[in-house]
């Protein structure tokens, strides 16, 4: 029973107390307080005497009252005290603690869908320290450590309250592409800015989720078909794979400095930025303005204005480089 049902149940009972010390005031004259009196002892049934003679009016009146307010005092009861046994209470004030938690997030990604995939991908988004809204209809066990906002992902509202207009980015995990499709297209309305990732459970679906707004999309089907045959071709490759992943604690991240955004670095060489001693991390390669990608780039290799530098280490390593580099 939601929060609501119980103000309605108040509301009722109030209704009922209001017209019953109105009935007994116009029928038999009493003043509003022995009208009052006699309604609480009527439908509460204690059994205390009339407050003062009932008429014949007043009694047919006495009768349909305790008839209804009997009625409506036992689903009231019964419906209040499953309200509290059930825990719907406590939901309710965890539920007011996940907006407050939502309201004051910024920059965080929401994960729409808490199946096997969205659970994997908010478990790892969080292993890396991102803050994370988990968006679903239904979610049978719920982490504590989980931000979760029930409701439909394909709706405006909940995105909204789920501080689309202040992600980063959407995870689009539902379990069909046609709602996936309705998800990217609804988070790029409501925040042209935000970074929508979704899967594809058929291939087909990859082009309209494209044209829906979708920035990525992983095809479940291909990156499968793709596995299993690396694994036939190149199997030292998928062990490398394998080894970098959290399961075997080395979690390679993937990073990036802007030559813009530090321009002590304009003119130097790889060797001179020397990251790999300074950091631990790896260059893998540099990305002009233009959009072309210089992969293992040469030691004396000078940083132009506009370029990134792709870097690649353990999590404690891009954070080094973090710390030096905006």
Do not use: W
């Not at 059930?86 to 808490?114: D, F, N, P, T, W």
């Not at 046609?178 to 058929?202: E, G, H, W, Y």
Request: aromatic share 6%.
């Amino acid at each position: 029973m939601r929060i609501r049902h119980l103000f309605r149940l108040l509301a009722l009972l109030f209704a009922l107390l209001t017209v019953g010390t109105f009935g007994y005031h116009l029928i038999e004259h009493a003043s509003f307080l022995d009208s009052a009196y006699m309604t609480v002892i009527t439908i509460s049934t204690v059994g205390f005497r009339e407050v003062f003679p009932l008429s014949g009016a007043g009694r047919v009146f006495t009768m349909v009252l305790i008839v209804v307010g009997v009625g409506l005092i036992g689903y009231s009861f019964t419906r209040i005290t499953s309200f509290f046994i059930e825990g719907k209470l406590q939901q309710i004030i965890r539920g007011r603690k996940m907006e407050k938690a939502i309201s004051r997030m910024k920059h965080h990604i929401i994960v729409c869908g808490y199946g096997r995939m969205g659970r994997d991908v908010a478990a790892i988004l969080m292993q890396n320290g991102k803050q994370i809204v988990v968006v679903d209809r239904e979610v049978i066990v719920q982490p504590e450590e989980v931000v979760l906002l029930t409701g439909d992902a394909t709706e405006d509202q909940v995105l909204l309250d789920a501080g689309i207009e202040r992600a980063d980015a959407v995870v689009a995990c539902l379990s069909n592409d046609a709602d996936n499709v309705f998800l990217a297209l609804s988070a790029k309305t409501l925040n042209p800015a935000v970074r929508v990732v979704s899967r594809a459970i058929a291939g087909g679906s990859v082009g309209k989720l494209r044209r829906a707004g979708a920035d990525d999309v992983v095809c479940m089907h291909e990156i499968s078909a793709r596995r299993m045959a690396t694994v036939l071709i190149q199997p030292n490759l998928v062990n490398l794979v394998d080894i970098m992943t959290p399961a075997r604690n080395l979690f390679l991240e993937v990073g990036e400095i802007a030559v813009d955004q530090n321009e002590e670095i304009i003119g130097v060489s790889i060797s001179g930025i020397n990251l790999k001693r300074k950091t631990g991390a790896l260059i893998l390669a540099v990305r002009h303005r233009s959009g072309k990608v210089l992969f293992n780039p040469d030691s004396d290799y000078r940083m132009q204005a506009g370029d990134t530098l792709i870097i690649m280490g353990e999590r404690a390593q891009i954070g080094r480089v973090s710390e030096l580099y905006n």
